[in-house]
């Protein structure tokens, strides 16, 4: 049997909560470290609030100077549309004259789609909607590391990026 990391690649995020001074992603995290094994559904419904808390964060920094604002219907396949607007990540801020645009353009597109999958997989087995009583089964460990994994690269890529390109 090979070993597995409980921490479905959190310490690049977890790395970054610290430095940034982001305690409320610092709470996401260890509640995701803590779940993954005992509570998969609480993994998940904590890594799509991760990405919410990444997105208001980029869009509160840098919302005002863009006018890109956010209210609180604004559902999480929003927010990232948002985020990824004002950070210039979208595919089209992408030139196509960029050695390798193509390619750029396919994984910038990849990652909004971690955004929606999130919130589908939140929303089917992730923790925050009261299931029926009698329904059972859901998603196993190695699907919360996988939903984790996905997002917690996708927190670091949007907070590297915003560190980065930072107004």
């Known amino acids: 049997m090979v070993a597995v990391s409980q921490s479905a690649r959190l310490a690049d995020t977890k790395r970054l909560a610290t430095t940034l001074d982001l305690p409320h992603l610092a709470d996401h995290v260890r509640r995701i470290e803590s779940s993954i094994e005992a509570d998969?559904?609480?993994?998940?419904?904590?890594?799509?609030?991760?990405?919410?808390?990444?997105?208001?964060?980029?869009?509160?920094?840098?919302?005002?100077?863009s006018g890109v604002t956010y209210t609180k219907d604004d559902d999480l396949n929003e927010l990232g549309k948002k985020a990824f607007g004002v950070l210039r990540q979208l595919p089209d801020d992408i030139p196509d004259a960029k050695k390798g645009s193509k390619t750029i353009k396919t994984m910038l597109s990849n990652l909004r789609t971690i955004v929606q999958c999130l919130a589908e997989l939140r929303n089917l087995y992730g923790s925050g909607h009261g299931r029926e009583g009698t329904l059972r089964g859901g998603l196993l460990p190695r699907h919360a590391r996988l939903v984790v994994g996905a997002a917690s690269t996708l927190a670091w890529y949007l907070l590297e990026t915003d560190r980065d390109t930072g107004t």
């Open 40 to 65: 998969p559904a609480l993994a998940i419904g904590s890594a799509k609030e991760m990405i919410e808390t990444v997105c208001k964060t980029i869009l509160d920094k840098r919302g005002s100077s």
